[in-house]
């Protein structure tokens, strides 16, 4: 079990967007099955809750069309950019967009953004982590926000990854362990 804390606690839901979620143009496998924990978990009320969410312009350096890895996915104010519907957002006290500008990739919700010190501002000490994706920016986020000086939890049935070569999601599960991350399962939250 694992005690959650509202005085010091925050969630962060990481871009849990229709392109990342089957059916979108960057579908993560079984994406959308961290929605269930995440709502489960926003609408105990107990920790502030916020989402990151990827906000591309329509020429984003990381889109294939610009040299880039990936295909056009989370262009700012279309549908693929959107949370997923079965997300329960109107629980979200705080969205964080990110890389908005042409030029800058940013997987972290810290890169770029004024997450540290609203999360400062706020008394926050302790971030509880999920969404997608497992091996980009749920990693990225999690290792900034150590490196922020936060103590991190990893939600461990609340995230899925891209995979893009095998074992992708199993190193960068390490590498957060490794980086002082913890991780619990939702239902492990009392
Ligand atoms: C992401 C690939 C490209 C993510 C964002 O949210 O993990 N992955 N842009
Ligand atoms: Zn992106």
């Not at 694992?2 to 579908?27: M, S, T």
């Not at 949370?83 to 109107?90: E, K, R, T, V």
């Not at 810290?110 to 999360?119: R, Y």
Request: proline letters at 5%.
């Amino acid at each position: 079990m694992y005690r959650l804390d509202p005085r010091r606690d925050a969630v962060i839901v990481v871009d849990v967007q229709n392109d990342f979620c089957p059916g979108g143009a960057l579908p993560i496998p079984e994406g959308d099955r961290v929605i269930p924990p995440l709502n489960a978990l926003v609408r105990r009320g107990t920790c502030l809750n916020i989402a990151t969410r990827d906000w591309h312009p329509r020429d984003h350096c990381s889109f294939t069309n610009q040299g880039g890895i990936w295909p056009v996915h989370c262009v700012a104010e279309t549908w693929g950019a959107e949370f997923h519907p079965a997300l329960d957002h109107s629980r979200l006290q705080l969205i964080v967009s990110k890389a908005t500008t042409p030029n800058q990739e940013a997987y972290s919700g810290f890169q770029g953004t004024s997450l540290a010190t609203l999360l400062r501002e706020r008394g926050v000490e302790r971030l509880l982590i999920g969404g997608l994706a497992t091996d980009y920016c749920v990693k990225a986020t999690a290792l900034d926000a150590r490196q922020a000086g936060f103590e991190v939890v990893v939600l461990e049935d609340a995230i899925r990854g891209v995979e893009v070569n095998h074992g992708d999601c199993a190193r960068a599960i390490e590498e957060m362990r490794r980086a002082g991350c913890i991780s619990f399962r939702t239902d492990q939250l009392v």
